[in-house]
């Protein structure tokens, strides 16, 4: 087993790694590494035609929800998997609930963090404008007749205001219009629904949990659907935007999994050697034992 310096050494290079996927996405945003793409457009898209809307999930709830949900499944199943389970080997000297409840979610973290880089940075690169991006910008090119088919790219947006939006994130919401490929919320939201699909599959094995763990699985999609949706119908996204987020959040899922499963295997096989060990040493304690008692018998027989 080891020690407890060298398992805070290992939690606090976890933290460092981390550290390292958030701050390239954190310097990324406050410093505009990547430049926004000035989208240019055409009077006959009618695709950018439509009213701005409010969203109907915010991003801080998108974000809060998803993220609660997957929290209190981790440590419900993990709760209910060492009650149930046999008591094996713990190669760590934490609880082994607090050991997979850590690399769980910190492999969750890890690749929210990687999803969210790769999705604001196409945005910023293709620059997109959204279907409400009209109704925001409010062009002082005139579109008529003659310049339908006309790509244009030299155009000053004159709105200052609109009544839907506060005046002090006005500024922010006039760049945001111009960044709808991909979806931020579609591949946010089937990060967290394949992520949390895949460990239920993976961790509640049990024929007996089956019920249970089809009925989160159903749960979770319906909720990213509904998401994805909700982009469509408050007119935030077209559906190639969503179906560009839905490609990031799905491969990003998927990646990221694939090293938790590794992970998780790599110290399942260490604690089955470890419990190996232990029975080995248990069969030859009482090996040595019952020959101890056999010649302590002989020897009491002959005097």
């Known amino acids: 087993m080891a020690s407890t310096k060298t398992e805070v050494l290992k939690v606090v290079y976890d933290l460092i790694c981390f550290f390292i996927f958030v ?48 929290i209190v499944s981790v440590c419900v199943v993990e709760l209910l998997l ?7 080997g713990n190669t760590s000297v934490f609880h082994p609930i607090v050991v997979n409840v850590y690399r769980s979610i910190g ?29 925001m910008c409010q062009s002082n090119v005139t579109c008529t007749l003659a310049n339908q088919h006309v ?35 579609a591949s946010f939201s089937i990060y967290v ?13 049990s024929q007996r949990t089956r019920l249970v763990r089809h009925l989160i699985q159903t749960g979770i999609v319906a909720w990213a659907v509904w998401v994805c949706c909700s982009r469509i119908s408050d007119y935030k996204h077209r559906f190639s935007d969503v179906a560009g987020g839905l490609v990031i959040g799905t491969v990003t899922a998927l990646m990221t999994f694939k090293l938790f499963f590794q992970s998780t ?14 029975s080995m040493e248990e069969r030859s ?13 002989k020897h009491v027989t002959t005097q």
Not at 27 to 55: A, E, K, T
Not at 120 to 128: E, L, T
Not at 157 to 185: A, E, I, N, Y
Not at 285 to 297: A, G, K, Q, V
Request: hydrophobic share 35%; net charge positive.
């Open 23 to 70: 701050i390239p996405l954190w310097v990324y945003n406050l410093l505009h590494v990547v430049p926004l793409n000035r989208f240019g457009y055409f009077c006959s898209d009618d695709s950018i035609r439509y009213p701005y809307r409010n969203s109907s999930i915010s991003s801080v709830v998108l974000f809060v929800s998803g993220t609660i949900a997957y």
């Open 82 to 88: 060492y009650r149930r389970s046999p008591k094996t």
């Open 107 to 135: 492999y969750f973290f890890i690749g929210a963090c990687v999803n969210q880089f790769l999705t604001d940075i196409g945005k910023d690169a293709i620059g997109r404008p959204r279907p409400h991006f009209l109704d």
């Open 151 to 185: 790509y244009i790219e030299n155009y000053v947006c004159t709105r200052t205001s609109h009544p839907l939006v506060p005046q002090s994130d006005f500024k922010k919401r006039m760049s945001d219009s111009r960044k709808s490929f991909p979806s931020g919320h």
């Open 193 to 205: 629904a394949v992520f949390m699909l895949l460990y239920l599959e993976f961790r509640l094995r």
């Open 265 to 278: 295997q790599s110290e399942l096989n260490k604690c089955k050697r470890l419990d190996d060990v232990q």
């Open 285 to 297: 304690s009482t090996n040595s034992n019952r020959l101890n008692s056999e010649h302590s018998l």
